[in-house]
């Protein structure tokens, strides 16, 4: 049997303004769209089912195009320090939290940010020891490309003073030369190889935490990678499993898979876009460099406000160019974590030398801090940029201090992106940001922090921004022969939202809230009940 749906715009997102008065499905995909009474009178004996949106407008379904999804759900389940104001919010967070816990439970926070303090330096491992002297504290920053640790976890993971600093990672020392207790990049390995592995009942309660409130977001799927962090590949893809497959949470999951577990993957018997319509692999993760508030982002000329550093790069350019030869091997296409200009080239390098002869594309995620001669070479090829609009309120203004002036005008430089042809898509980084897609639509289009414009020539139309999230997410995963428009054919995913974002005020977009999420045809989220 058949559902109509009815009753307010509905943007089909083929083109700019393009509507269509009601759509018909069936068995999860779209069967017909036009006229709500030549669809009644076409399938009068089929339609058992019709919702009336009531003036709301519908939306192709939503999708988050780089988030991690257990890690979203680990920060709606355990400490979160990410609205912590100061350092002193922090320390009343932390120990609060560890009078909950069991002995011998490491403490584990996510989200603290010193750049939203009066004193933007660092948290220091001799302040967690005297809040939690008890237990091994890990506080990861916001970017999640830095952490925080007392002595404890320093002790257990047998760091000292002759530890050997892996390639692509820092650890921090103060004024008196001494670990301050802040790892950056592959350095928070050296921790995380002794933290004890999350249970599969754990994964299992953050994932479906996550996915819940992503449905109350409007969004129908992600593109997400976690495969290389809770243990092995086979664990964390059983709970990918039991979740949506068994459980019958109805989600779209395109996992990319990080090289650490490629080996693994093949060994499974996967391939690129094996699975099925719910959970698929996509391309293999790799990164480049790390994050600008850490200093870490590789940048080709130093930091501005740290003369002495440059950045990280996780791989050598040689390396990374092995990498992706890697990649090739398992006629894989390639997902790299770019954020610096300098990191940036060396992927555009790695790309150029090993080019994709197989299925899918590449992607280059973030793409945050460019120049004019990589995006000319971008440009030439048939990749995607992953694009994460948000982190603009988030950066702006203490990242003009990191990169300077002179840089600004290729960074978060979406518009010219788009208009020199290059394919994009929409995400969060969830955990790192929030995952509402309207906070990031409301970015790329006002591109507004703290009160002030930054950058306005760079700002996108309503269109291209939402377009980031439907049609670039579905191009970059390679289904936009079935995603990421309303037209026949394609899957009964659907966002309904409590206005219609082409005609109210611009600078009313991060008010939007969505009212009903449908995937594969039937509701998953509603507001209300009287859209029946």
């Known amino acids: 049997m058949a559902t109509l749906m009815y009753g307010g715009p509905i943007y089909t997102m083929k083109e700019e303004g393009h509507q269509v008065e009601a759509v018909l499905t069936k068995d999860g995909k779209i069967i017909k769209i036009g006229s709500k009474a030549e669809l009644e009178a076409a399938y009068y004996g089929e339609i058992d089912?019709?919702?009336?949106?009531?003036?709301?407008?519908?939306?192709?379904?939503?999708?988050?195009?780089?988030?991690?999804?257990?890690?979203?759900?680990?920060?709606?389940?355990?400490?979160?320090?990410?609205?912590?104001?100061?350092?002193?919010?922090?320390?009343?967070?932390?120990?609060?939290?560890?009078?909950?816990?069991?002995?011998?439970?490491?403490?584990?926070g996510e989200g603290w940010n010193e750049n939203l303090w009066d004193e933007p330096t660092p948290l220091h491992k001799a302040e967690l020891d005297k809040i939690v002297p008890d237990r091994p504290v890990v506080?990861?920053?916001?970017?999640?490309?830095?952490?925080?640790?007392?002595?404890?976890?320093?002790?257990?993971?047998?760091?000292?003073?002759?530890?050997?600093?892996?390639?692509?990672?820092?650890?921090?020392?103060?004024?008196?030369?001494?670990?301050?207790?802040?790892?950056?990049?592959?350095?928070?390995?050296?921790?995380?190889?002794?933290?004890?592995?999350?249970?599969?009942?754990?994964?299992?309660?953050?994932?479906?935490?996550?996915?819940h409130d992503l449905y109350r977001l409007g969004i129908t799927g992600v593109h997400t990678e976690d495969l290389n962090y809770y243990g092995n590949f086979e664990k964390t893809l059983r709970v990918f499993i039991r979740a949506i497959e068994n459980d019958g949470l109805k989600f779209r999951a395109h996992l990319l898979v990080h090289h650490g577990v490629i080996e693994d993957f093949e060994n499974g018997g996967f391939s690129f876009h094996s699975g099925n319509e719910w959970i698929e692999f996509g391309a293999m993760k790799i990164f480049s460099d790390g994050a600008l508030g850490g200093r870490t982002a590789l940048l080709s000329e130093p930091y501005d406000d740290e003369p002495s550093t440059n950045g990280v790069a996780i791989f050598t350019r040689d390396e990374l160019s092995k990498l992706v030869g890697e990649a090739r091997k398992h006629n894989m296409p390639v997902a790299i974590h770019a954020i610096g200009d300098l990191g940036f080239e060396y992927c555009l390098d790695a790309i150029e030398a090993h080019p994709l002869k197989g299925p899918g594309r590449d992607r280059l995620i973030h793409a945050q801090i460019l120049r004019e001669d990589l995006i000319e070479r971008a440009a030439k090829l048939p990749l995607v940029l992953?694009?994460?609009?948000?982190?603009?309120?988030?950066?702006?203004?203490?990242?003009?201090?990191?990169?300077?002036?002179?840089?600004?005008?290729?960074?978060?430089?979406?518009?010219?992106?788009?208009?020199?042809?290059?394919?994009?898509?929409?995400?969060?980084?969830?955990?790192?940001?929030?995952?509402?897609?309207?906070?990031?639509?409301?970015?790329?289009?006002?591109r507004v922090a703290n009160g002030k414009v930054y950058g306005a020539g760079q700002a996108l139309t309503v269109y291209e921004a939402l377009s980031l999230y439907t049609k670039g997410s579905a191009y970059a995963a390679s289904h936009e022969n079935d995603r990421g428009e309303i037209r026949e054919g394609n899957i009964a995913d659907f966002t309904v939202i409590d206005r219609d974002l082409f005609t109210i005020p611009k600078e009313t977009v991060a008010e939007t809230k969505a009212v009903m999420t449908i995937i594969g045809g039937e509701v998953v989220f509603e507001s209300s009940s009287n859209f029946f």
């Open 49 to 108: 089912k019709k919702i009336d949106l009531q003036g709301c407008t519908m939306l192709p379904g939503i999708v988050d195009s780089h988030i991690h999804l257990i890690g979203h759900g680990e920060r709606l389940i355990r400490l979160d320090l990410s609205s912590c104001k100061n350092r002193q919010e922090v320390f009343e967070a932390v120990k609060a939290y560890s009078l909950g816990l069991k002995d011998g439970d490491w403490l584990i």
């Open 139 to 211: 506080l990861k920053r916001i970017c999640r490309h830095a952490i925080v640790v007392n002595s404890m976890a320093l002790e257990a993971a047998g760091i000292n003073e002759k530890t050997k600093i892996p390639a692509g990672g820092v650890i921090s020392t103060d004024v008196d030369g001494r670990f301050s207790g802040v790892l950056k990049d592959s350095a928070q390995d050296l921790i995380y190889s002794v933290v004890p592995e999350a249970s599969e009942d754990y994964l299992l309660r953050a994932i479906k935490a996550s996915i």
């Open 386 to 446: 992953d694009l994460q609009p948000v982190f603009l309120q988030s950066d702006f203004p203490w990242v003009i201090d990191r990169i300077g002036t002179s840089r600004l005008e290729h960074a978060y430089a979406w518009k010219t992106l788009i208009d020199r042809g290059i394919a994009c898509s929409g995400g969060s980084d969830a955990p790192i940001e929030y995952p509402d897609p309207f906070k990031g639509i409301d970015a790329a289009v006002n």
